[in-house]
């Protein structure tokens, strides 16, 4: 004995035919998955359905109500005046048109309702099962896939209760009462009526079938739209930002010039535009070596004034803060902000780098000042030094909090020069 287990997984999804038994099995689960999702809204399904019985007959006693009416009530008026039977015919039509209205709007609320939480707590199931898959379910099974049944399929199950339930309550209700109707009036012209039933029903199992067929190629038509127009366009962004590396690297090295440019024009003593050049040349290429295949480690505590202090204009400054932002989510660097409440901290009087090889040669402090520069690589002052920048780590922003306040002062930077 044999056991067909292709209804497993996504095997079907690969065929445009899906075998009876098969067919039935999967429609057997999937009443099976729909009456799990209403088990928790059975009172709110029993008031749907009966609002929907109530509407569906206070509609059909509508044209009831104006047969009794041109029988019964208008022949009196016309032949003596009496208005009572046609008056009453009347109020008890407005009542019906009024039961009608508050059953739809019932039936109205309380579907919105069930259906909205049905259908979130299939997306969730979905989300979760999405995520419980091994990662080999997903190379084989593309993202498009994945949209289309995460769209399209549950928004026909969302159609299901928006329009469906009370189309086929309303349809079944109809077909019963007027076919009853019809047996008591003429029985056997009723007969003749009904047995256009049978190629009906004919036409729709085949009608049902087409069309399933048909939506399953659609499905997957739109999936293949959906996979390819996502990675398109993702390749074609990875494409152009690859391209463009040299590029914004030149941006960002122009812009870091600008800075520096502009902070040493400003400089005590005035230097020579030589002088200049030759100053920023050098700090850009001291910045490549954090770039580089093998790169230094770096760690630097900024005071938050060099965020604030506006060198060179808004663009030139946005750009730093960016820079600033792309360098510290490289794993070799490290950037942290002392915040201005920290107040007075040991290194405000002076900057420093403190410069250590890799070797077991010690390490030596650079101090920049403005009539020149000091390299101390005494034993007592590289411990001085290290002493300081452990206690400005300490009191400084770690790296999130730092990378937060940078993007919050870089937001602001980019709305003023959007005006």
């Known amino acids: 004995m044999t056991v067909d287990a292709s209804w497993r997984g996504i095997a079907t999804e690969q065929v445009d035919e899906v075998s009876a038994p098969l067919a039935a099995l999967l429609r057997h689960r999937s009443r099976r998955l729909l009456a799990d999702l209403l088990r928790p809204h059975r009172r709110g399904v029993l008031w749907t359905a009966a609002a929907i019985v109530v509407a569906s007959l206070a509609a059909l006693a509508g044209p009831w109500l104006v047969g009794i009416a041109i029988d019964s009530a208008i ?12 008056l009453r015919i009347a109020a008890v039509f407005a009542v019906t048109v009024l039961i009608q209205a508050v059953a739809t709007r019932m039936f109205v609320t309380m579907t919105g309702r069930v259906g909205q939480s049905v259908v979130l707590e299939l997306r969730r199931r979905l989300f979760w099962h999405m995520l419980r898959l091994p990662v080999a379910f997903h190379e084989g099974y593309t993202s498009g896939r994945v949209i289309s049944r ?3 399929d ?22 019963v009462l007027v076919g009853t109707g019809m047996l008591l009036l003429d029985w056997e012209l009723a007969l003749v009526v009904l047995a256009g039933f049978i190629p009906l029903t004919w036409l729709s199992a085949w009608y049902r079938r087409e069309s399933a067929t048909a939506y399953r190629r659609i499905r997957e038509t739109n999936a293949l739209v959906i996979v390819h127009f996502v990675e398109t366009f993702g390749g074609l ?11 914004n690297a030149e941006i960002f090295d122009d812009l870091s010039a600008d800075y520096a440019r502009a902070n040493h024009e400003n400089s005590m003593p005035r230097l020579d535009a030589r002088r200049i050049d030759q100053q920023i040349e ?3 290429t001291r910045q490549r070596i954090l770039t580089r295949a093998d790169p230094a480690s770096f760690a630097v505590v900024l005071d938050e004034a060099a965020l604030h202090r506006l060198v060179g204009g808004r663009q030139v400054m946005a750009a730093q803060l960016a820079k600033i932002l792309d360098m510290s989510a490289l794993p070799n660097v490290m950037v942290q902000i002392l915040p201005f409440e920290r107040g007075a901290h040991p290194a405000l009087e002076s900057n420093f780098t403190i410069l250590q090889l ?6 030596v402090v650079f101090v920049e000042g403005m009539i020149g520069s000091t390299y101390l690589d005494r034993p007592d002052d590289l411990k001085r030094y290290h002493d300081v920048f452990n206690e400005l780590q300490s009191i400084a922003l770690n790296p999130k909090d730092t990378g937060d306040l940078i993007a919050r002062l ?6 003023s020069l959007d005006g």
Not at 240 to 247: G, I, K, N, Y
Not at 410 to 415: A, F, T, V, W
């Open 150 to 152: 995460q769209t399209s």
């Open 358 to 363: 890799p070797d077991a040669a010690p390490g």
């Open 410 to 415: 870089l937001r602001i930077y980019k709305d």
């Open 237 to 247: 962004r990875a494409v152009q930002a690859f391209r463009r590396e040299d590029r």
């Open 75 to 86: 022949p009196p008026f016309v032949e003596s005046g009496d208005a009572g039977p046609l």
């Open 282 to 284: 050098a700090k850009l």
């Open 154 to 175: 549950v928004e026909a199950i969302s159609s299901l209760f928006e329009e469906g339930l009370d189309s086929l309550i309303s349809a079944a209700l109809t077909l």
